[in-house]
């Protein structure tokens, strides 16, 4: 089997006490064919010191040091892609880890199934000190262990809901499909990619590769954990839904059902005070009615209703420490 060139897009910001065991995991894939684009978005502490250590390696094409912070990550996922010249798109976030065979495995499974759009591995949860706080293994080992979905079947079913795709870093896809995703995922600060996965669905199929093979980093220097904490991550997420209906194609009953479990995930979040604030002004996504309600329990009744969760920490309820 063939083994075509796969960009990494590394985008750090600020990530120095994770970087090196980063870029390490990445330089250690068994993979031997792929180029690392590293862009720093003005860290202000010692990353740019670090990145410059590996300047002189193999896979390393370029190193760019921002003049500017952009402030959004998406800005730089984008400059990335546009700078690279593989045929698959990894975008490795700065404090994530990636076993040897993260890319060799997504790799060979795009190759093998055409029509597929992006490949996604099973993610361990860890903690700032690399310890796994959370592993979810129940199908390794088993003959199952890859899936290959209809996308847009994948969307409706299991996008709307929660994110199943919540780490870029878990993601290998192919770089044909950026420029036909809607732009409109770069106005989000934390939930961006939920969108941007969500519409990369539509393209094609999707690969659920059911091995863990990514170690997704929480701590508290993060954005999905400062926006967690105060709550303006719900703002985003709304935003999100509200492009997803018009991305997703969905039927009155799915519509209706969704604004009940969406409000059940407000009014139940520990992370905001006053939740009705976002109900007003997002009704067509929190506002349940009791016709939303009748048409939730017979949407349950008949099975439309599909809803999976794996990794998402409940929208990272799972306490984590930071680094000292």
């Not at 800005?75 to 040897?100: C, N, T």
């Not at 310890?131 to 847009?152: C, E, H, P």
């Amino acid at each position: 089997m063939k083994q075509p060139l796969i960009s990494v897009i590394l985008p750090s910001y600020n990530h120095a006490v994770y970087l090196k065991e980063r870029i390490e995991s990445v330089l250690n894939q068994n993979y031997p064919n792929f180029e690392v684009i590293i862009m720093d978005d003005c860290s202000t502490d010692n990353s740019r010191e670090i990145i410059s250590q590996y300047k002189d390696n193999e896979h390393i094409s370029q190193i760019i040091f921002n003049e500017q912070n952009t402030g959004n990550t998406f800005i730089q996922w984008e400059r990335g892609v546009k700078l690279s010249k593989g045929e698959y798109i990894w975008i490795a976030e700065s404090d994530d880890v990636a076993e040897p065979a993260f890319l060799s495995t997504l790799a060979s499974e795009l190759e093998k199934h055409p029509k597929a759009v992006l490949a996604y591995s099973y993610s361990m949860i860890i903690d700032f000190a690399s310890y796994v706080i959370y592993k979810d293994d129940s199908l390794v080992g088993t003959a199952d262990q890859v899936k290959v979905y209809d996308g847009m079947t994948y969307a409706r079913h299991f996008m709307m809901t929660d994110n199943c795709i919540y780490n870029a870093s878990m993601v290998l896809f192919r770089k044909e499909i950026f420029d036909k995703i809607s732009p409109k995922y770069k106005k989000y600060r934390c939930c961006g990619d939920w969108l941007f996965w969500a519409c990369a669905c539509k393209l094609g199929d999707v690969i659920e590769v059911r091995i863990p093979l990514n170690r997704f980093r929480q701590h508290l220097n993060k954005v999905t954990s400062r926006t967690s904490a105060d709550g303006s991550a719900w703002m985003d997420m709304a935003g999100v839904q509200s492009d997803l209906r018009d991305e997703i194609k969905l039927s009155n009953i799915e519509k209706r059902s969704l604004r009940v479990i969406w409000n059940r995930k407000i009014t139940n979040s520990a992370f905001i005070e006053d939740p009705q604030v976002i109900i007003d002004k997002f009704p067509r996504i929190f506002k349940m009615t009791p016709f939303d309600y009748l048409a939730y329990k017979l949407a349950k009744k008949k099975g439309f209703i599909k809803r999976r969760t794996r990794c998402i920490l409940g929208f990272f309820n799972v306490p984590f420490k930071d680094a000292e």
